[in-house]
C-alpha cells in the first residue's frame, strides 16, 4: 500500500505551470493521531440565529453586547438571536467600521461619523464641517481619528463631536491615499495605497500624532475592510509601488508575505475595483490562527498555526455553494456569549459557528480536495484500490451520502467520477473504499468530492498500486 498526501493537491492551466488545489471547504489539521501526522477536518457549519433589518456590513462585542450594522441599522443581537434596532447610520452598501471608548461606541459608515452612548441610548452623528468625509475611524488614547483619504483627523479630546482644522494631519512620506486606519500596540497604523506609515501620541497643541521614523512599510492596503489586527501584526491584502497584489504581514518595518504563488494567482483574477471591497478579519479559534480574506465569490482561509507547525503554508478555500463557487456566507466575526457570532454578506440572516456540522444555514454546501502527482517513473502502474481513512458515522440524520472520486492524467481533464457509500449516521466502522480504479502510464492525479451532508474528517489516503511494464 502506498500513502498518497492529501493536505494539498495539484492540477495545471493553459499556462506552463503545475498549481496548488487547496481544499474546499476542508481545514487541514496538524495532529499525530497514529494514522497520519495530520488529517482534513470539514470546515465549521453555519447555524441561523434570527434575522435582521438588512445585510451583515458589520460587528462588534462592547462590554459583552453583540452590536452589528445590518443594512442601515445599528442593533444589538442576543444570544438568543433577537435584534434590536438602536438607530439608522445610512448604507452606502459598503462594510462598517467599529470601535469603541469608555462611553461611546463609533461607528464610520455612509462617509459619516456616528456615536452610540448605551448610558443614554443616543445615535448621534458628528456634524462637524471640519470632520469631512470619513472613510475609517480608530480610538486611541482618548481620541476618536478618522482619514477622508488625504487627512489624518482628530476630535478634540474633550469633545468627540468637535473637530480643529488646525489639529490635521497627514501621511505624506509617499503622494498615495490614506485608505484605512488601525490600533496596534496603542500605535496608529495609516495604511496607504503603497505605503503605510506609524503614528504615536507624543501630544502638543497640534496634530497629537507624530509619525515613528524608520517604522515605515514600504507596502500599502488596496481597500479599507482589506486589513486587520493578525498575530501581533498588520495583516493586508494590497503590495508596494508597481507590483501585483498580495497577502503581507506587516510589523517593525517589514511586510511578510503570507501569500504563495496559487493566492496570488488567485489575486490576479480580479480587478483592483474589485479587491478594493475585500475584508480580512482575524479568528483566533482551537489553536488555530486563522485569517479570512473574503473574495467575492470565495473567501480563502490562512491559517498560520498549522503553518508554523508544518512548515508550509497552510490554505483552505470556503464557499457556500453546492457546485462551483460562490460568496462564503460567514463575516463579521464576533466572539460573544461564548460562541462566534456571524452575519450573512448577502441576506439579513444572522448565525453562529459550529463544529458539529458542516452546512450553512441549513444548506448543504461541497467539499472538495486533491493529492499530489501519483509518479511511477514512466513504467505505468494499475490501481487496484483506494482508501481513504477516517472517522465516518458523523453524517446528516437521515441521510445516507455519497462522496466520489476522479483522476486526471494532465491536470486539466477528468476522468468520470466514481461514486461510493459515506456510510450512515452511527455506522463509525464503515470503511471507504473503491476497487478497480484504473491505470496510468506515467503519472496521475486523485481528486475526492462530497457535501456537507457527509460530514467526515479525513486522515489518510492509501493506494494498492501494482507496477506495470511497458
Not at 295 to 320: G, H, M, N
Request: negative net charge; contains cysteine; glycine residues 10%.
Amino acid at each position: 500500500m502506498v500513502q498518497i498526501s492529501i493536505l494539498n493537491g495539484i492540477y495545471t492551466d493553459n499556462g506552463p505551470d503545475f498549481r496548488t488545489s487547496y481544499p474546499v471547504n476542508m481545514v487541514a489539521v496538524p495532529k499525530t493521531n497514529g494514522i497520519s501526522e495530520g488529517f482534513l477536518r470539514p470546515a465549521d457549519g453555519i447555524v441561523a440565529n434570527g434575522t435582521g433589518p438588512g445585510a451583515d456590513r458589520g460587528g462588534i462585542n462592547w462590554s459583552g453586547v453583540c452590536y452589528r450594522v445590518m443594512g442601515s441599522k445599528l442593533v444589538t443581537v442576543s444570544s438568543a438571536g433577537n435584534v434590536t434596532v438602536l438607530g439608522d447610520v445610512g448604507n452606502d452598501g459598503l462594510l462598517v467600521t467599529l470601535d469603541y471608548s469608555f462611553e461611546l461606541l463609533g461607528i464610520a459608515s455612509n462617509g459619516n461619523l456616528f456615536f452610540y452612548d448605551p448610558a443614554t441610548s443616543i445615535l448621534a452623528q458628528n456634524t462637524d464641517p471640519d470632520l469631512g468625509v470619513v472613510i475609517d475611524v480608530v480610538w486611541v488614547d482618548g481620541y476618536w481619528m478618522t482619514t477622508d483619504g488625504e487627512f489624518i483627523v482628530v476630535t478634540e479630546l474633550n469633545n468627540p463631536f468637535a473637530v480643529n482644522p488646525l489639529k490635521y494631519g497627514s501621511s505624506e512620506v509617499d503622494p498615495d491615499p490614506v485608505v484605512a486606519l488601525l490600533k496596534l500596540r496603542n500605535e496608529v497604523y495609516a495604511l496607504n495605497r503603497n505605503t503605510i506609515e506609524v503614528f504615536s501620541n507624543v501630544g502638543g497643541d497640534l496634530f497629537p500624532f507624530q509619525r515613528i521614523e524608520g517604522a515605515q512599510i514600504e507596502d500599502g492596503a488596496i481597500g479599507t475592510q482589506g486589513c486587520c489586527n493578525f498575530m501581533e501584526s498588520v495583516a493586508f491584502l494590497g503590495g508596494g509601488f508597481n507590483e501585483a497584489p498580495g497577502i503581507y504581514m506587516g510589523v517593525n518595518a517589514i511586510a511578510n508575505k503570507i501569500s504563495t504563488q496559487e493566492i496570488d494567482d488567485i489575486l490576479l483574477e480580479y480587478t483592483e475595483t474589485q479587491l478594493s471591497l475585500v475584508k480580512l478579519e482575524a479568528r483566533n479559534d482551537r489553536a488555530h490562527e486563522f485569517l479570512y480574506v473574503h473574495l467575492p465569490d470565495k473567501t480563502l482561509l490562512f491559517d498560520a498555526a498549522a503553518t508554523e507547525q508544518i512548515k508550509q503554508p497552510v490554505w483552505t478555500i470556503l464557499t457556500s455553494s453546492i457546485v462551483g463557487d460562490s460568496r462564503y456566507r460567514a463575516q463579521n466575526f464576533v466572539w460573544c456569549f461564548d460562541k462566534w457570532l456571524v452575519g450573512d454578506p448577502t441576506t439579513s440572516n444572522i448565525g453562529y459557528m459550529v463544529k458539529d456540522i458542516s452546512s450553512h444555514y441549513g444548506d448543504a454546501v461541497r467539499w472538495e480536495f486533491g493529492t499530489t502527482i501519483v509518479y511511477a517513473e514512466g513504467r505505468g502502474a494499475i490501481f487496484n484500490s483506494l482508501e481513504l481513512v477516517g472517522l465516518t458515522g458523523s453524517v446528516a440524520f437521515g441521510e445516507d451520502p455519497t462522496i466520489n472520486t476522479s483522476y486526471s492524467v494532465d491536470g486539466q481533464n477528468w476522468s468520470q467520477q466514481k461514486f461510493i457509500n459515506a456510510g450512515t449516521i452511527g455506522q463509525r466502522a464503515k470503511r471507504l473504499v473503491w476497487f478497480q480504479q484504473g491505470w496510468m502510464r506515467n503519472w496521475r492525479i486523485q481528486r475526492f468530492q462530497g457535501t456537507s451532508d457527509a460530514h467526515i474528517p479525513f486522515a489518510r489516503l492509501e493506494a494498492a498500486i501494482e507496477p506495470m511494464a511497458f
